[in-house]
């Protein structure tokens, strides 16, 4: 990795260098926080006793907080000190991860009352608001400080840096708390300050807002700009259209599957920790050797072809999943029950995690100016936030109806 960042570094403009730099160390901490998030959902209903609603809600909260984008936009075009702004977003949604030192480990408190789990679910709720902030202005950062044919390949390299430690440290924690199943009680607080440090570096990346002279409108009347500059977005850009579209038809089917695939794991397979770890995770491996190859890619690519990777690596990824419960066949080897189905599903989450990484987070970047990078992307993320209204709860009614398949 430190090979691949001399190179890199020799070959960019000093501030595509300093940018670089500040995006890989926020990216190598977000990956321990993401090694941890990793097995949440697991966590939620081995070690707290959680109901399938509840972790479908807990899956949801993670999307649906992209709805309150058409209000934070609005807002955030009234903050001038958008780096201060950003580290207070930075401490007071993950300060909350701390509290969580103080849960109890026991099961019995877990299995005979909900408040707990309202506590959880509720601190990661805040948690994830801070996406609202944190995501859109990534692009804005990067989209004016990349150039146009390093972008894909320096987010690429950043992202490959992230798998690496994403999974080393999940599973790390997998075994982690195969020893201890209240782990995530002190393993939790580290990476909340972790998380803090992460957003202070990322505001450190340089930006200065063009000069635009606004009409001072009242905040509802903003927001109701903003929902109909969002409309005439997709009204009059209709290549952006069409990449939406496709993304609303493969988030339904993603969202739906998510949370029933974890209490497939758990229920039906009748994983460990660290087996959960190697089939969520393992993946990665494969994703971290093709992200500079997708990244490149989609540098010269249409991200409505790149898309094609994606929602047929995700079709594949779920077929073997279904093959198992038929095809229930697994030796074990370290403790780890590997599923002979499931290592082609592991193959086809590599190749979805490596281009979807690439096209969620920087694919909207490609259909509009560089100062409106932001603006497309916090269109792409309200309209995740939509389909999350209906689609992890769906699933988990679905599942409950007629089963895994």
């Given at each position: 990795m430190?090979i691949?960042?001399g190179?890199v570094q020799k070959?960019?403009?000093g501030?595509e260098r300093?940018?670089f730099?500040l995006?890989?160390?926020y990216?190598?901490?977000?990956?321990?926080?993401l090694?941890?998030?990793?097995?949440?959902?697991?966590?939620?209903i081995?070690?707290?006793?959680?109901?399938?609603?509840?972790?479908?809600?807990?899956?949801q909260?993670?999307?649906l907080v992209?709805l309150l984008l058409?209000?934070?936009?609005?807002?955030?075009?009234?903050i001038?000190?958008?780096?201060?702004?950003?580290?207070?977003?930075?401490?007071?949604?993950?300060?909350?991860?701390?509290?969580?030192?103080?849960?109890?480990?026991s099961?019995e408190v877990?299995q005979?009352?909900?408040?707990w789990h309202?506590?959880?679910l509720?601190?990661f709720?805040?948690?994830?608001?801070a996406?609202?902030v944190?995501?859109?202005?990534?692009n804005?950062?990067?989209?004016?400080?990349?150039?146009?044919?390093?972008f894909?390949t320096?987010y690429?390299y950043?992202?490959s840096?992230n798998k690496?430690?994403?999974?080393?440290?999940?599973f790390?924690y997998?075994?982690?708390?195969?020893?201890?199943?209240?782990a995530?009680?002190?393993?939790?607080?580290?990476?909340?300050?972790?998380?803090?440090?992460s957003v202070f570096?990322?505001s450190?990346?340089?930006?200065?807002p063009?000069?635009?002279?606004?009409i001072?409108?009242t905040?509802?009347?903003?927001?109701?700009?903003?929902m109909q500059?969002?409309?005439?977005?997709?009204?009059?850009?209709?290549p952006y259209?069409?990449f939406e579209?496709?993304?609303?038809?493969y988030?339904i089917?993603?969202?739906?599957?998510?949370?029933?695939?974890t209490?497939f794991?758990?229920?039906?397979?009748g994983?460990?920790y660290?087996?959960?770890?190697?089939?969520?995770?393992?993946?990665?491996?494969?994703?971290?050797?093709?992200?500079p190859l997708f990244?490149?890619?989609?540098?010269?690519l249409?991200?409505?072809r790149?898309?094609?990777?994606?929602?047929?690596?995700l079709?594949?990824?779920l077929?073997?999943?279904?093959?198992?419960?038929?095809?229930?066949y697994?030796?074990?080897i370290?403790g780890?029950?590997?599923y002979?189905?499931?290592?082609?599903?592991?193959?086809?989450?590599g190749f979805?995690a490596?281009?979807?990484?690439l096209?969620w987070?920087?694919?909207?970047?490609?259909f509009?100016?560089d100062?409106?990078?932001?603006?497309?992307q916090?269109t792409?993320?309200f309209l995740?936030?939509v389909?999350?209204?209906?689609?992890?709860?769906?699933?988990i009614?679905?599942?409950?109806?007629l089963?895994?398949?």
């Amino acid at each position: 990795m430190a090979i691949m960042r001399g190179n890199v570094q020799k070959t960019l403009a000093g501030g595509e260098r300093h940018t670089f730099r500040l995006h890989l160390a926020y990216s190598i901490i977000e990956g321990f926080i993401l090694g941890i998030l990793a097995l949440n959902e697991f966590v939620f209903i081995k070690s707290l006793s959680g109901s399938d609603y509840e972790l479908g809600i807990l899956f949801q909260f993670s999307m649906l907080v992209f709805l309150l984008l058409v209000f934070v936009n609005e807002f955030l075009k009234r903050i001038r000190r958008r780096r201060i702004f950003l580290r207070w977003v930075g401490i007071i949604t993950r300060f909350p991860l701390l509290l969580l030192f103080f849960f109890p480990r026991s099961p019995e408190v877990y299995q005979n009352g909900a408040s707990w789990h309202m506590i959880f679910l509720a601190i990661f709720l805040v948690y994830y608001l801070a996406a609202l902030v944190i995501n859109p202005t990534i692009n804005l950062l990067l989209k004016n400080n990349y150039s146009h044919q390093n972008f894909g390949t320096l987010y690429s390299y950043s992202q490959s840096a992230n798998k690496v430690v994403l999974l080393v440290v999940t599973f790390l924690y997998g075994l982690l708390l195969d020893a201890d199943n209240y782990a995530f009680t002190y393993i939790f607080p580290v990476a909340g300050v972790l998380g803090m440090v992460s957003v202070f570096l990322l505001s450190k990346i340089d930006y200065t807002p063009p000069e635009i002279i606004r009409i001072k409108t009242t905040f509802g009347q903003s927001v109701k700009n903003s929902m109909q500059n969002m409309y005439l977005i997709l009204k009059n850009n209709r290549p952006y259209l069409h990449f939406e579209i496709g993304f609303m038809l493969y988030g339904i089917a993603f969202m739906t599957t998510y949370a029933v695939m974890t209490i497939f794991f758990y229920n039906a397979l009748g994983l460990n920790y660290s087996s959960v770890a190697f089939y969520k995770n393992g993946y990665n491996i494969l994703a971290i050797l093709l992200l500079p190859l997708f990244g490149r890619i989609m540098g010269r690519l249409d991200p409505r072809r790149f898309a094609i990777i994606t929602y047929t690596s995700l079709a594949g990824y779920l077929f073997f999943l279904i093959l198992t419960e038929y095809l229930p066949y697994f030796t074990t080897i370290w403790g780890l029950k590997i599923y002979y189905t499931l290592i082609f599903y592991v193959i086809s989450h590599g190749f979805f995690a490596a281009s979807m990484v690439l096209l969620w987070n920087i694919g909207s970047a490609y259909f509009g100016d560089d100062h409106q990078a932001d603006i497309y992307q916090s269109t792409h993320l309200f309209l995740t936030g939509v389909r999350a209204i209906f689609a992890p709860l769906a699933g988990i009614f679905i599942y409950q109806q007629l089963g895994y398949t």
